[in-house]
């Protein structure tokens, strides 16, 4: 019997806080990890006048509304990215607990869901995937592995193995192909990452659609431009995809176009 209804939103609004705090640090991570600063030291700042800002002005979504998106001391705009950040990891912790319940799997989701939004972040800003989101969460996913509910750790350590393996050969054969790198280490370890929270089918249907959806989204301004495609982007919508409605695709198409029931 799953918990009551009054006990999974209040798990789930409790779990929702911890994500806007969360959403707060990842913002620092975002910006700070790419560029190989600290994420302790200096503390937050204001980029226009370099003030210190106090607690009360770092409560997240609520200080930005108060301060009409604008510094106390010089008046300067802050970017939107930084609730909308907060808001969307809070969404997704307290979406994961109320899907999962106080448990393992709740936490597993939130983070991997969590990590995948960072991951998208710096890739879109600096066209990087930060080692602390791709190996940091590879390490996550196996320490995870052996708790009820997800992977088994010989399924996650196969999916983080096949993950990186199978990107690997992909970025050999496009390089061979194109004369030039085809794809960063970066995507490499973050299927690593992937495979290690969502195993071997996981890891091919994360690049199936995340290929789809950067061939679709982004394929002919790369074309036109011959600007690098930012894959972890799409790699990063494929895996939250995949974590989500990932088994009901596969049953899907297994029934649709092979006839398997």
């Not at 990890?33 to 980029?47: E, F, G, I, L, Y």
């Not at 108060?66 to 008046?75: F, P």
């Not at 448990?103 to 998208?120: D, K, M, Q, W």
Request: proline share 5%; charged share 10%.
């Amino acid at each position: 019997m799953g918990a009551p209804f009054e006990d999974t939103w209040l798990i789930s609004g409790i779990a929702g806080l911890v994500g806007l705090l969360l959403g707060s640090f990842l913002n620092v991570c975002t910006l700070r990890w790419p560029t190989d600063q600290s994420v302790v030291r200096p503390p937050s700042h204001c980029p226009g006048c370099g003030t210190e800002i106090h607690w009360y002005d770092n409560v997240p979504v609520l200080s930005y509304l108060i301060l009409r998106g604008r510094c106390r001391s010089c008046g300067a705009g802050i970017s939107p990215q930084y609730p909308m950040v907060e808001l969307a990891t809070g969404l997704i912790w307290a979406g994961s607990f109320m899907q999962y319940g106080l448990s393992v799997e709740g936490l597993r989701g939130a983070l991997f869901l969590t990590i995948l939004l960072g991951i998208a972040i710096t890739d879109a800003r600096f066209y990087i995937i930060p080692d602390q989101f791709s190996l940091g969460g590879a390490a996550l996913g196996l320490i995870l592995a052996p708790f009820p509910g997800g992977l088994s750790p010989f399924e996650s350590f196969l999916g983080a193995v096949v993950g990186f393996g199978v990107l690997l050969l992909v970025a050999k054969v496009g390089t061979w192909l194109f004369k030039k790198d085809a794809m960063g280490g970066g995507d490499l370890k973050m299927m690593a990452m992937v495979g290690a929270f969502l195993g071997v089918s996981g890891v091919f249907l994360t690049l199936f659609l995340g290929a789809l959806l950067g061939s679709v989204v982004f394929g002919p301004i790369a074309w036109k431009t011959g600007k690098l495609v930012p894959f972890g982007i799409f790699l990063a919508v494929g895996g939250a995809v995949t974590y989500g409605w990932g088994q009901r695709l596969i049953e899907w198409y297994s029934v649709t176009f092979l006839g398997i029931t």
